[in-house]
C-alpha cells in the first residue's frame, strides 16, 4: 500500500486532478462569463459560508463514523480520530486516482493503528455498497418523478452510470458473499502470468498466498458483520444518507449565500444526481466531469452569471479541502513510518 501512495505516484495523481480541476473550473468561468464575477463576489454573504464550512466538517464525521461502526467491532479500543483520519485519507487518494479508488487511504492509516488488513477491505465493501445501494435508489425515484427543471440531456449522461453502476454492484456483491470466485479468477490471472513471464513466478506465487489468506479471513469478517451485526450494516445506510445529505444543505447555504433562490429540494435532486453520474468518472476525484455536469444540471435553476461561483465553492467544499487536509494526514503518517524505519 505505501508503495501504491508513493511520493512519485502522489505527485502524478495530484498534477492530474489539477489539470482536471483548472479545465473544469475554466470551462465553467467561460460558460457562465467573466463580466460579472467580480459583482457576484462583492454581492456574496461572506459569513454565510461559515454553515457550509460546518457542514463539510459535518460530512467527515458520518464518512468516519461508516467506518467506525465495524472497525469497533473488531478492535473495541480503535480511537474515533483514527477513523476520521482513515475517511480523510480516502477522501485524498480518492481525488489523485482515477475512477475514485481511494480505498487504499483508509487501508493504510487502519493497519498502522493496528486493524487487520483483511477487516479494513470488509469494512470499505460493505460502505461502497451501502453508497451504491443508496444512490441507486435515490436515482430510480428521481427518474419516476421526472423533475422539469432537469435538462433532458441528463437521460444519456445517466445511462453510463447506470452501466458502471450495474457492474460495480454485482462486482462488490460477489467480492461480499462469494470472494472465492474472484480469487479463483486472480489465481487463474496469475497462472497465465506464470506461464509467460516465468521470472515473475516467486512473486505471483507469494501474491497468490497472501490473497488467499486476505479472502479467508475477509469471508469471515463478512459472516460475522452480516450475520451478527445487521443493524450495524443498515446503520452505515443511514450515514451514507447523512454525508449526502450534509453536502446537499452545503450547497443549499452557498445558494443562498450567493443569493440565488433555488429551493432544497431541487438542490437534492441535482446533488444527488450529481453523484449518481460521477461516482464512476474516470478523471481523480471526477475533477472536470463534476464541475462540467454540475452547469448542465444547475442552468434552469439559479442565473447563470452564480454558476461558476457556485461550482467553485460547492467543490472546494466538497473535494478540495478534503484533498488538502487528508494528504496532511497521509504525509505525517509517512513521516512517523519513516522515523520509525530509522530508529530500527
Not at 505505501?2 to 483548472?22: D, Y
Not at 463580466?35 to 464518512?63: K, N, P, S, T
Not at 483483511?118 to 419516476?144: D, P, W
Not at 469478517?221 to 444518507?241: E, G, Q, Y
Amino acid at each position: 500500500m505505501q508503495e501504491f501512495l508513493s511520493r512519485e505516484n502522489a505527485a502524478r495523481g495530484a498534477l492530474f486532478f489539477l489539470l482536471c480541476t483548472f479545465a473544469g473550473l475554466f470551462l465553467s468561468f467561460l460558460w457562465g462569463g467573466t463580466q460579472d464575477i467580480e459583482q457576484v463576489f462583492r454581492e456574496m454573504q461572506v459569513e454565510m459560508l461559515l454553515g457550509a464550512c460546518l457542514c463539510m466538517f459535518v460530512d467527515w464525521v458520518f464518512g468516519a463514523l461508516r467506518f467506525h461502526i465495524f472497525i469497533q467491532k473488531v478492535k473495541p479500543d480503535i480511537r474515533f480520530r483514527d477513523s476520521l483520519r482513515a475517511n480523510l485519507a480516502t477522501l485524498c487518494v480518492s481525488c489523485i486516482t482515477p475512477f475514485q479508488t481511494g480505498g487504499v487511504g483508509h487501508l493504510y492509516i487502519y493497519t498502522r493503528a493496528g486493524v487487520p488488513l483483511s477487516a479494513s477491505i470488509t469494512s470499505g465493501i460493505i460502505c461502497f455498497l451501502a453508497t451504491i445501494i443508496t444512490l441507486m435508489c435515490f436515482a430510480a425515484g428521481i427518474a419516476g418523478l421526472d423533475p422539469p427543471f432537469l435538462p433532458k440531456g441528463i437521460t444519456w449522461i445517466s445511462l453510463f452510470s447506470c452501466l458502471m453502476f450495474g457492474l460495480a454492484f454485482v462486482g462488490f456483491l460477489l467480492l461480499l458473499f462469494k470472494p472465492e470466485f474472484v480469487f479463483r479468477f486472480f489465481r487463474w490471472l496469475c497462472g497465465v502470468a506464470q506461464r509467460r513471464f516465468t521470472r515473475l513466478t516467486p512473486i505471483l506465487e507469494r501474491a497468490t498466498l497472501k490473497v488467499e489468506e486476505l479472502v479467508t479471513e475477509h469471508k469471515s469478517f463478512a459472516v460475522m458483520f452480516l450475520r451478527h451485526h445487521k443493524w450495524t450494516c443498515a446503520l452505515s445506510v443511514l450515514l451514507t444518507c447523512g454525508f449526502f445529505g450534509t453536502r446537499i444543505v452545503g450547497s443549499y447555504i452557498v445558494v443562498a449565500a450567493l443569493n440565488g433562490e433555488a429551493t432544497l429540494w431541487e438542490l437534492s435532486v441535482v446533488g444527488l444526481l450529481l453523484n449518481f453520474v460521477v461516482l464512476f468518472a474516470p478523471s481523480p476525484g471526477a475533477s472536470g466531469v463534476a464541475e462540467v455536469v454540475t452547469l448542465g444540471l444547475m442552468e434552469n435553476l439559479i442565473l447563470k452569471e452564480l454558476i461558476p461561483v457556485y461550482v467553485l465553492l460547492t467543490r472546494f467544499f466538497a473535494i478540495y479541502c478534503a484533498v488538502v487536509v487528508g494528504g496532511i494526514v497521509i504525509g505525517s503518517q509517512f513521516a512517523k513510518d519513516f522515523r520509525k524505519r530509522t530508529k530500527t
